[in-house]
C-alpha cells in the first residue's frame, strides 16, 4: 500500500532488537531444608500485529482485528527482582516465600476513546510488586496445596490519558481537553487484583479413586477506564462548565469460587473423570470497563448519542458447569 501515504495505510516496517541477559543466584542453608535465592533478568516485548495495527488515536477501532500502519509502538523493557526463600518440613510438606518487583518502560496500554473504540499507546513506566506465599503436602492418602499472591500494580510516570467515561473527565487542569483524566505516579493498574488465593485438597479413598475439591479467590480489581481510580456515580461538572451524569462505581468486587473433580482409574492407561465448576453458582465478574449504554431501561436503542448512559460493563464470570469424560494416557518407549 505504498502508493496511498494517507492512515488508515499498510506501509509499515517495524524491526525490533533487545539483548536480555539475566543472573541467579541460590544457596543451601545448614542442612538440606532451606534454601535462599534470588534473581534479575531483563525481558522484552515487542508489541503485536494487533497493537501495531490500533496504534493510531485518530483512527481508534472498535474490534482491534485489521493490519493497518498506525503509529509506531516501543517495544515493552521489564526488568524483574526476586528474592525468597524456600524449604520443607519433614518429607511431606514443602514452602516457599518470595518478594519481586517488575518494573517496565514503554508499557502499552489500551486506551478507551467511546463505546468499544480505543487504540493501544505506550505509557512510560509501570511497576508489578508484591509477596508469593505458598505451601503444599502429602499425609497418607491425602494431599494439598495453598498458593497465596500480594500484587500491587501500579502506574510510576504521570500523564492524561483519554477516559471520557470516567466522572472524573475534565477536572485536571493539567489535561487540554474535556475527555482526559490526569493519571498519578501510584494509581493503581485496572484489571489486576490485589489478593489471589488458590487452595486445594485431594484424597484417595480408595486406591484406584481420587476425590478433590480446590477454591480460587480474587480481590477487588478497578475497571479500565478508571486508570486514576477516581470515578463514582454521580453527576459532575467538569473544568470546561459541562455537566454529566455517571452510573457504576468503576471497580469489580472479589468473588471466590469452588470446584469439585473426581478421577477414577479403570485400568493401567485409562482414566474415568468428572469436573464440577463452580459448584455454588455464584454470579462474578472477572472484569469491567468504563463505557456509554446505548440502550434504554426498555433496551430501545437510543439514536442519540446524548441520551446513551455512562456506565460500567461488566464481563460475566462461568456459571456452574459438569464435564464428564475418558482420558487415555499413551505409554512412549524412549528411542536409544
Known amino acids: 500500500d505504498l502508493l496511498n501515504p494517507v492512515a488508515p495505510n499498510l506501509d509499515a516496517n517495524h524491526t525490533y532488537k533487545s539483548f536480555n541477559p539475566g543472573i541467579g543466584i541460590t544457596h543451601q542453608l545448614q542442612g538440606p531444608d532451606v534454601t ?36 509506531f509502538l516501543e517495544q ?7 528474592a525468597g526463600v524456600r524449604g520443607r518440613f519433614g518429607n511431606g510438606i514443602r514452602w516457599t516465600a518470595s518478594a519481586f518487583r517488575a518494573d517496565n518502560k514503554d508499557d502499552i496500554l489500551f486506551v478507551s476513546t467511546g463505546t468499544s473504540a480505543g487504540y493501544f499507546t505506550n505509557f512510560g513506566k509501570t511497576r508489578r ?43 485536571s487542569p ?54 486514576n481510580n477516581e470515578h463514582e456515580a454521580g453527576t459532575f461538572t467538569d473544568q470546561f462548565g459541562d455537566t454529566r451524569t455517571f452510573d457504576g462505581s468503576g471497580k469489580v468486587d472479589g468473588y471466590a469460587v469452588f470446584n469439585l473433580t473426581a478421577r477414577y482409574r479403570v485400568a493401567r492407561n485409562w482414566e474415568v473423570f468428572a ?14 470497563i468504563l463505557a456509554e449504554n446505548a440502550f434504554d431501561a426498555n433496551n430501545q436503542f437510543q439514536t442519540d448519542p446524548d441520551d446513551w448512559a455512562r456506565e460500567t460493563f461488566f464481563a460475566p464470570g462461568a456459571p456452574r458447569a459438569i464435564w464428564v469424560g475418558v482420558r487415555f494416557n499413551i505409554d512412549r518407549t524412549p528411542r536409544r
Open 36 to 71: 535462599l535465592f534470588g534473581g534479575w533478568n531483563r525481558g522484552t516485548r515487542a508489541p503485536s500485529p494487533i497493537e501495531l495495527g490500533c496504534a493510531d488515536p485518530d483512527n481508534p477501532c472498535s474490534l482491534p482485528n485489521a493490519m493497518q500502519a498506525d503509529p
Open 76 to 82: 515493552v523493557v521489564t526488568n524483574t527482582f526476586e
Open 129 to 171: 510488586q508484591g509477596l508469593e506465599l505458598g505451601v503444599n503436602g502429602a499425609y497418607g492418602k491425602v494431599a494439598w496445596y495453598a498458593n497465596y499472591a500480594y500484587i500491587r500494580a501500579t502506574f510510576e510516570d504521570e500523564a492524561c490519558l483519554l477516559g471520557e467515561n470516567n466522572s472524573s473527565r475534565g477536572q
Open 174 to 227: 493539567e489535561c487540554a481537553s474535556d475527555d482526559e483524566i490526569r493519571v498519578e505516579k501510584g494509581d493503581k493498574l485496572p484489571g489486576v487484583p490485589e489478593h489471589q488465593l488458590k487452595v486445594g485438597l485431594d484424597i484417595r479413598p480408595i486406591e484406584r479413586l481420587t476425590l478433590g475439591v480446590d477454591m480460587t479467590l480474587f480481590g477487588s480489581q478497578y475497571a479500565r477506564g478508571n486508570e
Open 275 to 288: 469436573r464440577l465448576d463452580n459448584v455454588f453458582d455464584t454470579e462474578y465478574e472477572t472484569g469491567a
